[in-house]
């Protein structure tokens, strides 16, 4: 469904990205770990076009883009087919959670206001605010703010839901049940890239996990593959820290 | 004291001033909205960092700032027809004072609340605007249902407060060609009846009292807005 070829992202003389290549099946969930720096969160923001890949080549769908030559027409559709999570929830604080999660289907999709409503309040409901629709994002705890960031993102319904770090601004206590509904997300069959950190929950709920160092992908496949029999040296170093930790989970 | 003051002189120039006001408000008026237009030019262009343009901008602001606005008014009063004169050919001599000070007013507005939009839109994290693209949004469609809202509410308090500044500012605008707002009508008629004092009263009570007004406004405003933060 998303077929990246030779992605290229420097930022000044700082090479981000060098050469990237990666294929996400369609209704999979792929989990992209990798120590800071790596580029990981760069590559994700390249897909949503929040960040520009200097070079490469990008298929979505059927939509084949030339990165180096990509138009806003492009960019906007892919915008359209695809959903991201912000690692600090990005809610915009003027509105209500009910409206943050309408704003999308009302100015974006032009759906009619009664109906917007219904479905945001569906979405809602279902990452399990539904009392808490009318509050400010202000009012509410990171765990519940970030519920709302997926549920903006669901509303709309995406090909594909793009994770960064949807857990790392939040309390220990919250991140439970942030996780839950990213479960809950990857249980409705919809695409999912997720950028984290959370190394057992990665290991349960992707179909593939991709290793990113120093800008490189160094190793991808099935989390068995990647945590319990890691190829690479930088893998299996990465991983030692947590590898005993995961055990416990399984 | 007797002389200098008398209620009676008083409660007879209050509907001889009060009526002066229009000219303050059409002042205030053109001012804040044509002002707060160019307002949100300067602050565009101020971020976008235009080279030559951003120094222009620079020398503007400082200008408009660092010096009083009577002064400016001046210069654009005995300035602007030289200048319209010697590069455009124009005679500009029989436009009325009031257009002289509206521009002065307009061009000291662009630069202080050009300010106040800048620091606005500057405070709004990125991340509002990466937002708004991630659900599929146009450029326009992020400024508006986005930004804008949020640079509304956050500047809601200081622009009542240059609001209220303008208001204030209009006082020195019987200086040029005799414009008669209610600060000219009373000093005319303090200069006509002999009686400065009463006329100055009158003025200073109409002041204070549109002042408090405006600032209830504003406070309202700012309550009703103002989402809740924490």
Not at chain 1, 24 to 53: D, H, M, Q, W, Y
Not at chain 1, 58 to 78: A, P, R, T, Y
Not at chain 2, 81 to 110: C, H, R, Y
Not at chain 2, 127 to 144: C, D, K
């Amino acid at each position: 469904m998303i077929e990246i070829t030779g992605l290229k992202k420097s930022f000044g003389d700082n090479k981000v990205l060098k050469n990237i290549n990666l294929k996400i099946e369609a209704g999979s969930v792929v989990s992209i770990l990798g120590p800071s720096g790596s580029g990981k969160t760069t590559l994700l923001r390249c897909i949503n076009f929040l960040e520009r890949a200097d070079e490469g080549n990008f298929q979505f769908g059927d939509q084949k883009i030339n990165l180096k030559h990509v138009s806003k027409k492009e960019i906007l559709s892919v915008r359209r087919k695809s959903g991201f999570v912000f690692q600090n929830y990005a809610l915009f604080p003027h509105m209500t959670v009910l409206q943050n999660v309408m704003e999308g289907l009302v100015t974006v999709r032009k759906i009619p206001k009664a109906e917007a409503c219904k479905k945001a309040e569906d979405t809602i409901k279902w990452v399990g605010l539904a009392d808490r629709k009318d509050y400010y994002p202000s009012q509410l705890s990171g765990g519940q703010q970030q519920r709302v960031g997926i549920a903006r993102a669901v509303a709309l319904n995406p090909e594909v839901i793009l994770f960064d770090e949807p857990t790392s601004a939040l309390d220990p206590e919250l991140v439970g049940e942030t996780l839950d509904v990213i479960k809950k997300v990857a249980q409705t069959g919809i695409t999912m890239i997720i950028v984290t950190h959370e190394m057992a929950f990665a290991e349960r709920i992707s179909d593939k996990v991709v290793f990113m160092d120093g800008g490189v992908v160094v190793e991808e496949g099935s989390p068995r593959d990647i945590f319990v029999n890691p190829k690479e040296e930088r893998t299996q170093k990465f991983l030692s820290r947590f590898i005993q930790k995961d055990m416990y989970y399984i | 004291m007797g002389d200098y003051f008398s209620i009676e002189r008083f409660l007879k120039l209050i509907p001889k001033i009060v009526p002066q006001l229009s000219v303050t408000f059409a002042i205030v008026i053109v001012s804040m909205v044509i002002g707060t237009l160019l307002a949100l030019v300067v602050a565009t262009l101020e971020i976008k960092k235009i080279p030559v343009l951003q120094q222009f901008l620079k020398v503007y602001v400082s200008y408009m700032r660092g010096t009083p606005l009577l002064v400016q008014m001046m210069v654009v009063y005995y300035g602007l027809p030289l200048l319209m004169q010697t590069i455009f050919k124009i005679d500009v001599n029989s436009w009325s004072p009031i257009v002289f000070v509206d521009i002065a007013f307009i061009l000291n507005e662009g630069a202080f609340l050009g300010e106040i939009f800048r620091g606005a839109i500057l405070s709004i994290p990125i991340e509002q605007t990466e937002a708004g693209y991630s659900i599929g949004m146009t450029g326009i469609q992020t400024f508006v249902r986005i930004i804008l809202p949020q640079i509304i509410r956050s500047i809601i308090p200081a622009y009542g407060v240059d609001l209220i500044g303008v208001f204030h500012n209009t006082s020195l605008v019987f200086t040029i060609g005799g414009i008669l707002d209610i600060m000219g009508k009373a000093k005319v008629l303090g200069t006509a009846t002999g009686h400065t004092l009463d006329g100055y009263v009158v003025a200073a009570l109409i002041y204070v009292l549109i002042s408090l007004v405006l600032k209830i406004i504003f406070y309202r405003i700012d309550k009703k807005l103002v989402f809740e933060r924490r």
